[in-house]
């Protein structure tokens, strides 16, 4: 199958049910994929936009968010969504069209070295140079978005990559489980809490992502330790 349907079987694989967007030459071939996908394309009127719908599903749902730009200002204009998605801990894989890789070593109309302009607001940002490697790129990409400590990743798609063949399938969703803390530590913990005089309890957003207001609601219920928390825990305690 054409790389470009592949690419689009991955996401399916991903169970994405929403990319937020814009369409451009360079995305062309995977917007065709979309056609006989179930895959809903949400078109919006600009590619911050797109970062920021994503970026909000993402901390809403727990499940990446999916933004698709073109290549260059398209790609550029991801950049403030998807830097506050990674630095706010909300999973989120952003997508851009690439120019064919036969320009890429010259100053070619829109072409910018997106690997490179993400990777520092991003956990994983990778570009596509086989079609073989899709299937594997895509898993990644979301698995780190969703790995603890959550945050964005990038996949960068030139457009001639896209149009080739490839045999390959979807790889297997593996899911993150979260490790539990060794008894010993839980009750060493528990201990310096009760010896402490003046105990108080700093509530983060990892206590958000994993649902745990109530949780704490009844724990300071039921010791009366003073609670505070930080940005992004805003919330956990009514």
Same mark, same amino acid.
């Given at each position: 199958?054409?790389?470009?349907?592949?690419?689009?079987?991955?996401?399916?694989?991903?169970?994405?049910?929403?990319i937020f967007g814009i369409p451009g030459e360079e995305n062309l071939d995977v917007m065709d994929a979309?056609?006989?996908?179930?895959?809903?394309?949400?078109?919006?009127?600009?590619?911050?936009?797109?970062?920021?719908?994503?970026?909000?599903?993402?901390?809403?749902?727990?499940?990446?968010?999916?933004?698709?730009?073109? @290549?260059?200002?398209?790609?550029?204009?991801?950049?403030?969504?998807?830097?506050?998605a990674n630095m706010d801990n909300a999973p989120l894989v952003a997508i851009a069209g690439q120019a064919?890789?036969?320009?890429?070593?010259?100053?070619?109309?829109?072409?910018?070295?997106?690997?490179?302009?993400?990777?520092?607001?991003?956990?994983?940002?990778?570009?596509? @140079?086989?079609?073989?490697?899709?299937?594997?790129?895509?898993?990644? !990409?979301?698995?780190?978005?969703?790995?603890?400590?959550?945050?964005?990743?990038?996949?960068?798609?030139?457009?001639?990559?896209?149009?080739?063949?490839?045999?390959?399938?979807? @790889?297997?969703?593996?899911?993150?489980?979260?490790?539990f803390a060794d008894k010993a530590l839980v009750t060493e913990a528990a201990q310096l809490v009760k010896?402490?005089?003046?105990? @108080?309890?700093?509530?983060?957003?990892? !206590?958000?992502?994993?649902?745990?207001?109530?949780?704490?609601?009844?724990?300071?219920?039921?010791?009366?330790?003073?609670?505070?928390?930080?940005?992004?825990?805003?919330?956990?305690?009514?």
């Amino acid at each position: 199958m054409k790389a470009a349907k592949l690419f689009v079987k991955c996401l399916e694989n991903e169970q994405v049910n929403f990319i937020f967007g814009i369409p451009g030459e360079e995305n062309l071939d995977v917007m065709d994929a979309l056609l006989d996908s179930n895959i809903q394309f949400i078109t919006t009127r600009h590619e911050q936009g797109a970062a920021y719908m994503a970026d909000v599903y993402g901390r809403l749902t727990g499940k990446p968010g999916v933004c698709l730009s073109t @290549l260059g200002p398209g790609a550029t204009n991801l950049v403030t969504g998807v830097a506050d998605a990674n630095m706010d801990n909300a999973p989120l894989v952003a997508i851009a069209g690439q120019a064919g890789t036969s320009r890429l070593h010259k100053e070619s109309h829109q072409v910018v070295d997106l690997v490179s302009m993400f990777k520092p607001v991003t956990k994983y940002a990778a570009q596509v @140079l086989e079609p073989d490697t899709i299937p594997e790129i895509v898993r990644k !990409a979301f698995k780190l978005a969703e790995a603890e400590k959550p945050g964005a990743t990038f996949i960068d798609l030139p457009e001639n990559i896209v149009e080739l063949d490839s045999l390959e399938t979807p @790889l297997p969703v593996s899911i993150n489980r979260l490790t539990f803390a060794d008894k010993a530590l839980v009750t060493e913990a528990a201990q310096l809490v009760k010896n402490a005089k003046n105990p @108080l309890i700093l509530v983060g957003n990892g !206590a958000d992502r994993a649902r745990a207001s109530e949780d704490i609601k009844n724990f300071v219920d039921s010791h009366k330790i003073p609670v505070v928390n930080t940005f992004m825990a805003k919330g956990i305690i009514p």
